[in-house]
């Protein structure tokens, strides 16, 4: 079992920036690729960016690449995601999530364990 729970959001100016963490629970941590989803109103949620259990390989989805940096420390269970340039459309709920194979990182279904999200919310 792993259990996630991010933080960092918040209500910030377009063009600003924030840093979103997600702690997680369990001893397997490291043995996880982790990705960044985010679902605003009305619509599904969608892939926003993911990275390898070691942190050596990285994905983003096309409306976030060049802005946004995800990352993690093993050592402490905690996976990162920088978002700089924020936009009105990046408002949504993020939420982190772990899966052990991530054969598909993009794939909402390939997450076994999902957080419980956090609102960001940028004002034009």
């Known amino acids: 079992q792993v259990q996630l729970v991010e933080s960092g959001g918040g209500l910030v100016q377009a063009g600003g920036s924030l840093r979103l963490s997600c702690v997680a629970s369990?001893?397997?941590?490291?043995?996880?690729?982790m990705g960044w989803f985010r679902q605003a109103p009305g619509k599904e949620r969608e892939f926003v960016a993911g990275?390898?259990?070691?942190?050596?390989?990285?994905y983003y989805a096309d409306s976030v690449k060049g802005r946004f940096t995800i990352s993690r420390d093993n050592a402490v269970n905690t996976v990162y995601l920088q978002m700089n340039s924020l936009k009105s459309e990046d408002t949504a709920i993020y939420y982190c999530?772990?899966?052990?194979?991530?054969?598909?990182?993009?794939?909402?279904?390939?997450?076994?364990?999902w957080g419980q999200g956090t609102q960001v919310t940028v004002s034009s």
């Open positions: 999530a772990a899966d052990l194979t991530w054969a598909v990182p993009a794939k909402l279904a390939e997450y076994d364990y």
């Open positions: 990275i390898s259990w070691s942190g050596g390989s990285t």
């Open positions: 369990g001893r397997t941590f490291s043995s996880y690729g």
